[in-house]
Structure formats: C-alpha cells, structure tokens
C-alpha cells in the first residue's frame, strides 16, 4: 500500500524560478526512498512541501489516502503527528536557550492525547518520558537537563531524531540529516536511521546529495535534476546501462 | 539605468507615503484641540475675544468644517506648492520656510563636515588598532560624546571660546568665524553614533575571508586597508550619512536657538509656542522632502559604489 | 558586524557593566542621600539668599532665586530618570506586541503596516516629536506623550525584524511541524531571543530620552519653570552664564552622568548577553 | 628526501589562553607532490595552512619550525613572508566568494597581485591574467571584465585558482576547496588543479576532509586529530594498511558503493 503519492508536483517561486516541476512518485509503507540531486535540484523544497511549511501550485499529494491541500498553514494537525522531519543543521534545531528535556517533549506535549508505544507505564514524569526518549537514540539519560551548546554535534542529531520519533510517526523525512556533521559521526547516524527504521517500521524519505549515504540507506532512489525527475530505479539497478546520463555523471563523480 | 528608475520610484513612493501620514497625523492631533490656535489668534490681534470673534475666525479659517475636508483642501494646496499662510504673521508658509532654509542648510553642512572630520579617523583608528590604545580612546570618545547633550556642549563651548579666551565670536552668522562654534558643535554631538558605526563595520570587514585572501596573495598592509577594507566600509560611509540627514535636521533646532542661528529653528519653535500651524505644517513637509531627496542620493551613491546592487543582491 | 561586538564585549564588555553599575549606585545614593541629608525645598524662593556659593547649608549653592540647587538636581533626577523609565516602558508595551505579531504573522497587513512605519521612521523623530509636541502644546506631558508615539514604533521595527530572523531558524520550524500554535511557537522559541535585545535597547533608549527631554526643556518646549527638569534649569541659568558659570555647569554633569549609566549599562548588558549566547571567539 | 619543498619541524600552536592548537607537527611535502591533510572539524588542518602562510590571527603563540625552501617562514620578517605569499605558496580558500573582494572586478585584482610581484606593465599583467583565465577554460575576456558575483559560484573557484597559478608559485594550499561545491564542480575544479600541478610541478596540500577525495586525487596523506597528526604515508598504504585506531575509525566512515562493496569489503572498508 502507498503510504504517500505525489502527483504531478509542481512549485513556482518567481517567474524565472520553478523549484519543482511535475514531479510524482509514490513511497510504499516502511521502505526508505533515497532522493538524490545537487543544489538547486529541489530537493529541499521538496522536504518542506511535504512537511507542511510551504504551499504548492500545482498538482496533489496524498497521505495515506487522504489528499495534502496545498495551502500554507493548513489545519495539518493529524498529518503532523504522522509525518516528522528531521532537518539539515543539527544545532540550529535545537532552541539554545531550553534544556534538552524541554525541546524533546514539545511535540508529545501538543497531542497530549496519544501515549506512544515505548512508554509502557502510565504516570511518568516529563524528564522520566524525555530520558526515555534518550534512551531510545544512544544517549545518555543525564543529557536530559543540559542545554544543546553543551551537546557534540552528533548528540545533537540524535536528541532531533528522538523528537521526530517521539509521536511514532508512519513517515519520516530526513533533509541531509548527516550534512553538518563530521564524517566519522555521520555513519553513526545513518547507522542509527536504519536501526529505527527497521525496529519501528518507519517509512523513510531520505534527501541527500551524498550518493553514498543513499546507498547505505535506501533500496529504492530518485534523482532529481533543476527541479525534475530524471532517474528512478531499485538500488540493485544503480550500475545497468539504462541509467540516466545524469545519474551516471553523478555516479561516476562520486566513485573512486 | 532602469536601476536608478526604480530607486527614484521607490523613494517618491516613500515621500508620498511619509508626508500624508505625517500630514494627517497632525490633522487629526489638531482636531483634538481645535480651539486654541483661534485663541491664540485673539490674543495676538490684542481683541477682546468675544465668542463672536472667535466664531467668525472659526469660519474664516474653515476649522469648523470636516476635518477631510480641511484635508483634502491642503493636499490640493500643496499641490499646487500652495502650503498656505501663516495664523500669525499671515505670510505665505512657504516664503517663511524659504527664507530661512540657506542658514539651515548651511549649518547642516558645516556640521556635516565636522563629523565626517571627526569620525572617519576615529573610526579607522579605533578598527585598525582594535584592542590598543587608539581603539579605547576611539571607544572611549564615543561613549562619552554620546552622553553629552549637545547643547550644553555648545554652552561650555561658548564659555571657554568666546566668554574666558574671546576668540570666536557666538551670536549670529554674520562671517565664516561664526561658523565654527555652532559647526564643531553639531558635528560633535553626532559624531559618537558614526564612531561606532564606522569601526564595528571596518572590523568585521577586515576579519572577512576576502581581507584574508588578499593578504595570501601577498598584497600589502596599507594597499588591503585602503583599497581593499575601506573601500568596503565606503557602504557604511555612505549609511552614515544617510543616516546623518535625519538627525542633523533634528540635532540643528537646538544649536540654532544655542547660537541664535537665523534658520528654520527659530521659525519652529516659534510657530510650536503660538500654535501656528499651518507653519508647523509647511515645515514638516519640507524636512519630509529633505530626507527623502537625501535618502535618494544615497541610494544612488550605494549603486555606483557597490556594484552588486545593480543586481538587487544586497552585500551587507 | 557581529564578531565585531563581541571583541569588544570580550575586552571592555564587563569593563562597562560595572562601571555602569557603579555609576547606577552613585546616583541612586545621591538622590537618596542628598535628598534627606540636606532637606531643602526644591521650589522654596529665598531672594535673600541668591547665586550663594557652596556651604555646609547649600551643599552646591543656590540659584538666581536662592533656590538649593542640589535639591533641584535630586529633584531633577528623579524627575528625569522616572519620566524616561515610564515613557520607555510604556513604548514597549505597545511595540513588542505589535513587532511580534506583525513579524511572525508577516504576509500583506505585515508588509503595508511597515511600509507606513518605515516612512515615519526615516523622518527624524526630534522634529517629530516638535510637531507633535507643538501641536498638543509645549509641557512635559505631551512631550512624553510624543516620545511615546514616536518610541513604539521604532520597537515594532526592531522586534519585527528579529523575528524575521529568528523565524527562519529551523528550531521555530520543528516547532511548527510539532504542530505548536502561534502563539506557543513566539512564547517559547522567539520571544525569549527578542527579550535581551529589547533591553539592552531599552536602557540606552532611557537616556536618549533624556536628552531629548532636556533639550526640548531648554529651548522652552518640554518642562516649563518652575519645574526643576535639568535642560529647564539650564535655560533657567542662561542669562546668570557670566556671574555664575557654576549654574550651568551642574546640571550638565548631572545629565552627562546620567546618561552615561544607561549608555554603560546598555553596553554592557548587550556583551554580557553576547557572550551568554555563546557568540564568544573561539 | 632531498627534493622536499615543505618541511615542518614540531610545529606548536598555542591560543592566547594558552590551549594547544596544534601539538608538535612534523610533516614534508616533496616537489610536485599531491599531499592530503585530512581530518575532521578542529583538528587542526586548517590552522597549519595558516601557519604556513603567517596569517594566523596576532594573539596566538607558533613555536617550531617551517622549512620552505631551507628558508625557515616563522623566523621571516612580515615583509618577506609576505612577499612569498601570492609567488611562491598560493592558497585557495573554501569559501571561494571570498577568494575576491566583491566590490573590485576580477580582472583588476589579478593585475594587483601579478603587479605585487613582477615588475612589468599593466598590459603585461593583463595579458598574463587573460592567458591563465583562458588556460582554466574560461571565457577569459568576461571573466576579467566581470565582478565575483556576476559569476557562478565553480567559475569564481576557478578564477581564483587561475589567479593563484598566475605567478607559477612552488606549492599550491587548497582548503577545503570542494566543500561549498556541488560535488560534479568540485570534480571539475579537482582535475584542473590536478592538471596544473602536473603542468608547473607546483605541490599541492589538499586539505579536506572528504575521505574519497583523499584517496582519489593524493599520493600522501597525513592524517589529522586533535592537533597532532596521528599518521602518515602514502595514500594506498594509509587506506589499506593504516595502523592507528583513529585512522581506522575514519576509513571505516567511507561508505562504500554497491561496486567497492564487493571489492573492498576484504579490506575493512565499512560495509553493513
């Protein structure tokens, strides 16, 4: 089942910027679709369309069979709680001024109603819910009361990532959530990504334009290009001839 | 030059929109007294004011109609450069400002120069020689100069150049030595801000990767700071005296009264004491047309010193 | 321009504060002190007594109408600094909302509002606040009346803008993709941002207000005699300038150091602030 | 190794509050040689470029030694270092908007710096600056007659390499300079450095942090880590044979595609 098809997705900034042109795919439940592309390709305009913080001109999305309307600041109370994101700058995520344990509990404090899976005992304090939370990334529980300056950038990714997975969201986008971090530490997090995905069963849109963090993460990839789709194929595709000149230009600038 | 088009636009977009809020602003502040300016009238006339009196001066200023009507009546006035005349001395307004506009004007300039005078060196001083001496010095001056009111800077000014050493002379502006007094205090009193201003911003220039670039290609010290940095802080230059127009038209009220300066101060306050307000008016619509021709002529020095914004990117 | 401030915050920064706050203690002790150490009545006229010079009775002399002159200088103090205080605050209170609202919501009420305000506010606000003033009359009130008018706005603008900037940060959008109302998202993540901002602005902004207030005072369009406001008493002085230098010269000092306070203070709250923020070099 | 151009005797960085910056490095770059400096943020590759090219800030204490040429830098005074700077070791930064002041069109900057160190003619340097922009495969004339920002942002980079290479200097630092670059420029920018070096036999120090770009393009790496260089070889022996945990822990950190997957997995290249 198509958890979200984007149908023939198009965005207009300005008369000579189009970030996004007719762009349609679909993402199946619990898979991880990889979207590749350079800067300019839209691939960022993309994350934050679907997450709900800009409008779109033409075209439709639909959210497990429900339609996205367009429009900025939609009513998207129930497709907030199903759809996180997780964003490119890990520290500037994160509101310096508030303790971890306050940034971590914003979502949950808004769907007051909902009780996620991992807490499995009813009455637990606010920092008992936060270090569970913790828990569920890697980090230490005692990092719950310290502020995000105190944080290395890779606790910091993970404190996002908890928060994105706090509500036990069904998609979860990742706009090059390794992109501000140090190399030894992206592995981490991608490493971290997969073993979510596969614990919780999370859909994963995963943006990026490092082709080998894709390739570690997703089975299935798009490339956009200008703001269109050139590529489409399942990862064992990725070498077959038939592939787009343009992927095979990236391909090759990224190969060794 | 389609640039240089859509700067003029824009400014005489602001104008318009600057002086009709104003204009209505004190339209509607004198509808809540609308009394008072008759009275005053009266009392000037030397009348016995009798309720009549007043009356037929209601009507014949037109105060007792709508207050848009009265609007609409002095927009299409000034229009017509028509600003109306004045309840007191019942000139034309615009004469009035007319006359006393050069001796503003010049004031204005004189005490530009000073600044510039002052805060140029200061600034670069204090920049280049961030963290020693000259930069305290240059911190310290613009601390100070920034809590001193300016005209009790003119008073003590006075007090040691022309009461105890008699050298230079105060009231009036009868020669170029009148200048100097009420010059160097308006350009004092004004120069803190600029300071301040020039030295953050030539310090940040001079921290920028470019500053650094250039040093790597072995160029050398006095070429980057004045071809490369300065060149740079040229924009802020050009800001501050942007900035300046607005404050020196204020900041020159005060040092006109100080050295009894035959400007457009005088004229105000005058016009403020016997609320002669067509006078008041008229002036802020010439100080609105000021600023905004000034403002013009920085957006048209910005463009040709940093060429970028012909492209509409801003660099700052 | 930002790693400009904090080199200076780093070596004079709390250089400032402190001088600030010393200073903030030696006028509060003078006005506290003075005042009942030597009670006089600021507006009690003692011809008899006029242009004395310093005594153990008259602790800075007496004026043209043999009034205490330190007693007027308390009294000014107060006066002034309680005035500036008001004024600012209550400019506050109208322009943050209005700059929180204003930013935040944006769109085309955003954009015509400030198009309005940036009209008025490239008219210099001294003649503004002379039309204003003069308009409504020349007193102390409507003066404040027109620093208020003319100060709300500049706050509008200021806070308006950072929340332009503060806006963008991606923790205010994972704010609003977890589903925060408005009003949640500006109390938790953006005013707290704006709030060191508004008051390193607002304690400068208490001086150049009582600048201003002196200078309308003294060419005749703020306090009016007898009241003893410092420019008032400067105007006052005018005509004894020759006999009695001393006269213009205290309320001067008094308005420079007072000013001075709130100039240190500002700055050194803005780099104490700075370095909290952690905008520190490395 | 008697054709070294670079070597660096124990070089030590101090901050003002006396925390180390760089602990004691020891590094040689031979003629003509592609060397890379890797590691990750803070550990110290981009300061010791500064310390070559004498532009670290004032407060901060160098101790050691920076043989160029058997001339010691450290012990130069600011004028003759600075008169290297530019002629002998070139420098291409990372953020390549700031490689030109914005405000002064390319071509009159190129001038300025040739004039700096040649005595020869404006239209000389012109010429000079036309023929190494022409050299880059640029459209010379524009590009001169251009400003920084009327210029894509892989055109700047190559202006600026272009200017660099204009006085034929001896050793070429790069930091960094992939970085702000969509990753098919960035390659583009590569091979032509690649192609001048093997050109001019000017050494390049490529300072990145990109493992690939390391093992593509060096023929020595050093390895960077909390201000020390943990170690150092040839580029295949440091890829397949390192020794130091660190360096271990960084080549596992390559992901490896579909492809190297299957050839390297032998070799301890991460793979799932």
Known sequence: MSILVVDNLSKQYSKNLQALKQLSFSLEQGESLGVVGESGSGKSTLARILIGLESYQEGAITFQESPIAPKKRAPLRAYRKNVQMIFQDAASALNPKLPIWKSLLEPLKNYSEFTPSFIEVDGLSDKDIAEKLLGLVGLDSNLADRYPGELSGGQKQRVNIARAISLEPSLLICDEPTASLDVTVQVQILTLLKELQQQLNITILFISHDIRAVTFLCERIIVLKEGSMVDQFELDDLYKSRRNSYTKALLDAASL | MKQFLLIIGSRMLQLIIMVLVLSFITFLLMKITPGDPIRTMLNVEDMAATKADEERLMKEYKFDRPILEQYGEWVIGVLQLDLGESLISKRPVLDMILEKLPATLSLSIGGLVVLFIIAVPMGVLGAVYEGRWPDYLSRWTALTGASIPSFWLGIMLIYVFSVQLNLLPVMGKATLAHFILPSVTLGVAMAPLYIRLLRERLIATLQSSYIEAAKARGLGKKRILFSHALRGSLIPLVTMFGLSIGGLLGGVTVIEILFSWPGMGELIVNAVMSRDYPVIQGYILIIGFLVVVSNLVVDIMYVIINPQLYNGKESM | ?282 | ?272
Request: with cysteine; glycine share 10%; charged share 20%.
């Open chain 4, 1 to 272: 190794m008697s054709n070294s151009l670079l070597t660096v005797n124990n070089l030590t960085i101090e901050s003002r509050s006396g925390e180390p910056l760089l602990k004691g490095i020891n590094m040689e770059i031979g003629r003509g040689e592609m060397a890379a400096l890797i590691g990750e943020s803070g550990s110290g590759k981009s300061l010791t470029a500064r310390a070559i090219l004498g532009i670290l800030p004032d407060e901060m204490k160098v101790n050691g030694q920076i043989l160029y040429k058997g001339r010691d830098l450290l012990k130069l005074s600011e004028n003759e270092h600075r008169l290297l700077l530019g002629k002998e070791i070139g420098i291409i930064f990372q953020d390549y908007r700031g490689s030109f002041t914005p405000y002064i069109k390319i071509g009159q900057q190129m001038i300025e710096t040739i004039r700096t160190h040649q005595r020869i003619s404006k239209k000389a340097a012109k010429e000079a600056a036309l023929l190494v922009l022409r050299e880059t495969g640029l459209e010379s004339e524009r590009v001169y007659n251009s400003y920084p920002f009327q210029l894509s942002g892989g055109q700047v980079q190559r202006a600026a390499i272009s200017m660099t290479l204009a006085l034929r200097p001896n050793m070429l630092i790069c930091d960094e300079v992939t970085t702000a670059l969509d990753l098919m420029n960035g390659e583009k920018v590569l091979k032509y450095i690649d192609k001048a070096r093997r050109e001019t036999d000017c050494a390049v120090m490529m300072i990145t942090h990109d493992l690939a770009q390391a093992y593509k393009w060096s023929d020595r790496m050093h390895v960077m880590y909390q201000g020390a260089i943990v170690e150092d070889g040839p580029t295949e022996q440091i890829r397949f044979h390192h020794q130091h945990p660190y360096t271990r822990k960084l080549c596992s950190s390559l992901l490896s595609l579909p492809k190297e997957r299957k050839a390297s997995s032998a070799e301890g290249v991460y793979s799932i």
């Open chain 3, 1 to 282: 321009m930002k790693t400009a401030v904090i080199r200076t915050s780093l070596s004079l920064g709390n250089v400032n504060l402190v001088l600030g706050l010393l200073l903030a203690v030696f006028i509060t002790s003078v006005t506290l002190i003075g005042g009942s150490l030597v009670p006089h009545d600021p507006f009690q006229v003692d011809m008899g007594n006029r242009l004395q010079n310093s005594s153990s009775i008259h602790w800075l002399g007496t004026d043209q109408l043999g009034r205490d002159i330190l007693a007027r200088l308390v009294y000014g103090a107060k006066l002034t600094i309680g005035l500036g205080t008001v004024a600012i605050v209550v400019a506050i209170l109208i322009g943050v909302p209005v700059g929180l609202i204003s930013g935040y919501i944006g769109g085309k009420v955003d954009a015509i509002l400030m198009r309005i305000v940036d009209g008025i506010l490239s008219f210099p606000d001294f003649i503004l606040a002379i039309a204003i003033a003069g308009i409504l009359g020349p007193n102390l009130t409507n003066l404040l009346i027109a620093i208020v008018l003319v100060r709300w706005i500049v706050y509008a603008r200021v806070v308006r803008g950072l929340v332009l900037t503060e806006k963008q940060k991606e923790y205010v959008l994972v704010s609003q993709t977890a589903n925060s109302s408005s009003l949640k998202t500006i109390r938790m993540h953006i005013l707290p941002q704006v709030i060191p901002d508004i008051i390193v602005m607002a304690a400068i902004d208490v001086g150049k207000v009582i600048l201003l207030v002196s200078s309308f005072s003294y060419i005749g369009l703020g306090a009016q005699p007898p009241i003893p406001e410092w420019g008032a008493m400067l105007n006052d002085g005018r005509s004894y300038f020759q006999v009695k230098p001393l006269l213009m010269v205290y309320p001067g000092i008094a308005i420079m150091l007072t000013v001075l306070c709130f100039n240190l203070l500002g700055d050194g709250l803005k780099s104490h602030y700075d370095i909290r923020r952690g905008r520190g070099r490395i």
